[in-house]
């Protein structure tokens, strides 16, 4: 399972790079909002730095607005994945780039036909958002299952990536059930390296460290 980070903070981005299991990132307009940075400047930079697919989300609703704007991001870095919102327009857009060869990641994904229409229309990457699903009290989960079962029946090459994580077991239960990509704030990640355990231990051999004779 690949892990990737959903942020465009450049301090996060590094940290969690540096801890070497986070191989892509993902950007939306809301996450770009809280960088005091220049667009294309923030873009470039994150690309610099993470190994894999950086996404990044058009704005235009109309479909060749979105090839226009796809083009452009495509320039920034070669890493660039075009995230195309899950409309009809952004079917047709999908179609354009994935025959341009330029990889587009199929966003704010809800349903199982929205995800099967995706991987129809050529998306290499599609996001089901599941904490948003939990928020209004259905099983975000249940969504990915749907999808991976799909997939599998009819050997899709689409990529699903586990979108809008709240907290570790979201991580654990897509990892259980075979998703291909995690997308999560870095708090996330932090908490799936704690365990209390694992610090009491820790201070304990610590201290016994200090009884033996050196
Ligand atoms: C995914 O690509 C989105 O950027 C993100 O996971 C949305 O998460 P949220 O529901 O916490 O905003």
Redesign the pocket.
Known sequence: MKFFL?TANLEQIKEAVSWGVIEGV?T?P??ISKENMEFEELIKKICEIVPGPV?VEVISQEWKGMVEEAKKFAELAENVVIKIPMTVDGLKATRELSRKNIKVNM?LIFSPSQALLAAKAGASFI?P?I??LDDISTPGMNLIEDIITIFNNYMFDTEI?V????HPLHVVEAALLGAHIA?MPFQVLEKLVNHPLTNIGLERFLKDWEKVKK
């Open positions: 959903d993902t939306n809301t996450l996404s966003t996001s958002f904490g948003r990536i979108a809008s994580i709240r997308t």
